[in-house]
């Protein structure tokens, strides 16, 4: 599936694609990120529905305020009702990269990051999960289906081999479920 261009506008489509893929290809869990929660919770109500394991991924604490995480408690406890699991984490590719760019003018996180974009910003992230929810625990090194977007809601999908951080290159992008077009 490919979308004309990124957005928020394609979060069902790229929701029901990942889905029917994960339901048709026995593969659990789906991986999402959600920033605020809102496609956190839609994918986490698919996934009741569908009998698929979900696990939302969002950024850190302090990510944008000191001490403050993007998602909020009551969203938090919305997707949890529904079976689904959280990670709140560092971005792989953001955290020490950032620390460094900023003390020294200079990241190789940044140089991957860059790559991973040239597939679209979601791809980018959908990678990153990989790393994120290995490292959490929350993933084996199975395949897995991994869902992200350009600036909110979703607009890529993809079957991913994920690995923990410290073995990143050993991360696997097996199929491209559904990506925008013009990103």
Sequence with gaps: M???TAGEQNTQSTLKAAF???V?????PVVVATTWG????QAA???QKQGIAVVAVTHNYGFEE???CQ?????RAQIEKTGARIHTGTLVLRGLGSALKKKFGYSESELVATVLRMFGQGMKVCVEMAAMAADAGLVNTQDAVFV???ASGADTAAVIRPAPSNRFFDIKIRHIIAKPFDF
Aim: proline fraction near 3%.
């Design 20 to 22: 029917e893929y994960a």
């Design 71 to 75: 998602l909020k408690a009551e969203k």
């Design 66 to 68: 000191p001490g403050v």
């Design 24 to 28: 048709e290809h026995e593969i659990s």
């Design 45 to 47: 109500e698919m996934g």
């Design 2 to 4: 490919q979308f004309e």
């Design 38 to 41: 809102k496609t956190g919770l």
């Design 148 to 150: 992200a977007g350009t």
